[in-house]
């Protein structure tokens, strides 16, 4: 993430304010005191106007009033009872006292009661910097904004927990209310050199963004937090270090070595304090195609303390088996992962979930099923009010529309999807290349070409040492290739393939390697060799380990191949790739293995 990213995010946010909006309110305050009211005259700067009015309304404050009217001055975000209470109480000033002297500020029109079921306040953006000024005066702008960054640290610790079981909703909601202070309570804790609590706050804000669908945001905080120098506590600057390696910057680096010396630490690590962690390290190491330590690690988190940790085993278990083509481990592991996380009414699990059984309908030629899957998942992303859309989720459901052969509203939720994620990034090449592949099937042919190349330039911006360098490839080039055939480029369907294949094997996915043998198949089928490409298809399913009965383009595909060589000459080659071995298979999918 480039540092002007980090600077926006990271910058207080001003609230949009008039000067003469700031006024009134001291002006009422003067009315309701029996005091003459002089309105500035037009003569006057109007800023320097204001000062004097402010001034002149600070004067009529009691003692303990302006003590917290400028202390709750460090809150961007505003305030509440507790988090009031937390800087501004002391020896002769309770947390009840606290709670009168808002609602005397209330009266006083310098803060405004936004939320009354749950008291919150805020004060003008032009009052606020006042009161600032009021802090530096008295020497306690460093301790307020010290205790103002203690209490919203401790608040993230807290949160962090709750956001992984059934009081997520309310805890997130409170965190997003915090945003702002929370933000500032980072800025502080880095300015002041507090690298320990800087790094803490910023780890422990990370489920939190990854709710909040704001990976920028995360990237933007850790980064800030990691470079603040002093002794930070281990586990933290782990997780830390792990979230950097696969941030945007990280898009043009060769992750594989630093990869593999932060899965050597996590033998040397208590990584209980942080259930992520957890549930993220098999993951790790099943992306660097270490199976041992993926299989120890899946060991572990099933026995963890931690319920929402042994949620994500499942989960996980379910894409691995995916991976190998096991559709019935894939529908054993989902069912246990989803009554795991519907039990603990966890958002982010069940979405995940939801999302793999609707590919998993999809196997099964369930598209009413996949649909009601990912309706589901949405509404649940959409509970939590995040930034922004679900790319991956809103990709899906345009699968399924795809399949359903509502091709416009595919094409809708796909550039919804698109428009969801980074300019350039790596989610935005798997919508390009699907909203090209859709722009082909309805006749939009010039942007068609111009969206499957954008696609394929994201891929060259992956560096060969990341882990889903493979992914990417194997699948935009996939798509690049059936475009190619489409549009007669034989040559250049044929380099796509030669660029997918050994991309997909890599990726030790057979669903990615069978998408590939699709394409494969279809230019096989467009050079004249239907017997193969109907072998080929066979071998795709033996991969995907059922036959995708709804995939519009193997629809197409076989529709054509049983007319050109009759359904038994068909069926014969189908099913003799169908049940070819593994490595066999594998093998029948290699572009070598078709002419010319």
């Not at 980074?422 to 290349?433: K, L, M, P, T, Y």
């Not at 040492?465 to 044929?494: C, M």
């Not at 519009?552 to 060589?565: G, M, S």
Request: hydrophobic residues 50%.
């Amino acid at each position: 993430m480039h540092q002007l990213a980090i600077a926006k995010l990271l910058a207080p946010r001003r609230q949009i304010t008039a000067v003469d909006v700031a006024i009134e309110p001291c002006i009422r305050v003067a009315a309701r005191a029996n005091r003459p009211v002089r309105r500035p005259r037009a003569a006057l700067p109007r800023q320097q106007t204001l000062r004097a009015v402010v001034d002149w309304s600070w004067d009529l404050l009691t003692e303990d009033e302006r003590l917290v009217a400028r202390r709750v001055a460090v809150f961007p975000a505003g305030v509440t009872p507790e988090s009031a209470a937390a800087v501004c109480a002391h020896d002769a000033l309770d947390a009840h006292a606290i709670l009168d002297l808002l609602a005397a500020l209330v009266d006083r029109s310098l803060l405004v009661l936004i939320d009354r079921d749950a008291p919150r306040y805020r004060m003008l953006e032009t009052i606020r910097e006042y009161g600032i000024e009021q802090l530096a005066e008295h020497d306690e702008l460093s301790p307020t904004r010290t205790a103002h960054a203690h209490y919203f640290a401790a608040l993230a610790d807290q949160a962090d927990a709750r956001l992984r079981g059934p009081e997520q909703l309310p805890w997130f909601r409170r965190l997003e209310a915090e945003r702002d202070n929370l933000l500032a309570a980072l800025r502080w804790l880095a300015e002041d050199g507090d690298a320990r609590r800087a790094l803490r706050l910023a780890v422990s804000l990370g489920w939190f963004w990854v709710l909040a669908g704001s990976p920028n945001d995360a990237t933007a905080a850790i980064q800030l937090a990691h470079a603040v120098p002093g002794d930070a506590d281990p586990l933290d600057r782990f997780i830390a270090e792990n979230l950097l390696l696969f941030g945007d910057d990280a898009m043009i680096a060769d992750v594989r070595t630093d990869l593999t010396a932060l899965l050597d630490e996590l033998d040397e690590l208590d990584l209980s304090p942080r259930p992520v962690a957890v549930a993220a390290a098999p993951v790790l190491a099943w992306f660097s195609s270490e199976p041992a330590r993926a299989e120890r690690l899946f060991a572990r988190s099933l026995e963890s303390e931690d319920a929402w940790v042994r949620a994500t085993v499942p989960l996980a278990l379910a894409q691995t088996a995916e991976n190998v083509g096991d559709v019935e481990g894939i529908r054993r592991h989902l069912d246990e992962a989803l009554g795991a996380f519907r039990a603990l009414g966890e958002r982010w699990g069940l979405t995940a979930t939801l999302s793999s059984v609707a590919s998993l309908r999809m196997l099964e030629d369930d598209l009413d099923g996949a649909a009601a899957a990912l309706e589901e998942a949405r509404a649940l992303f959409q509970e939590l009010g995040a930034d922004s859309d679900n790319a991956r989720l809103l990709l899906d459901i345009a699968g399924v529309r795809w399949r359903q052969g509502d091709l416009e509203g595919a094409r809708d939720y796909a550039r919804r999807s698109r428009d969801a994620t980074d300019v350039g990034g790596i989610e935005s090449a798997f919508a390009g290349a699907f909203l090209a592949r859709l722009g082909w099937l309805l006749g939009d042919e010039d942007e068609a070409r111009a969206l499957i190349a954008a696609a394929l330039r994201t891929t060259e911006r992956v560096a060969p040492g990341r882990p889903e360098r493979a992914h990417i490839q194997s699948a935009v080039r996939a798509s690049a290739a059936l475009i190619a055939v489409e549009d007669d480029d034989l040559e250049t369907a044929r380099e796509h393939l030669a660029l997918a294949y050994p991309a997909a094997i890599e990726t030790q996915d057979q669903p990615i390697v069978a998408l590939v043998g699709v394409a494969l198949a279809a230019y096989a089928s467009r050079v004249g060799d239907a017997a193969a490409a109907a072998e080929i298809l066979g071998a795709a399913a033996r991969l995907r380990g059922a036959e995708d009965r709804t995939d519009p383009t193997i629809v197409r595909l076989t529709a054509h191949l049983r007319e050109t060589l009759g359904d038994e000459a068909y069926e014969a080659a189908f099913t003799a790739g169908r049940w070819q071995e593994r490595d066999a298979a594998l093998g029948r999918l290699n572009p070598a293995t078709v002419g010319p």
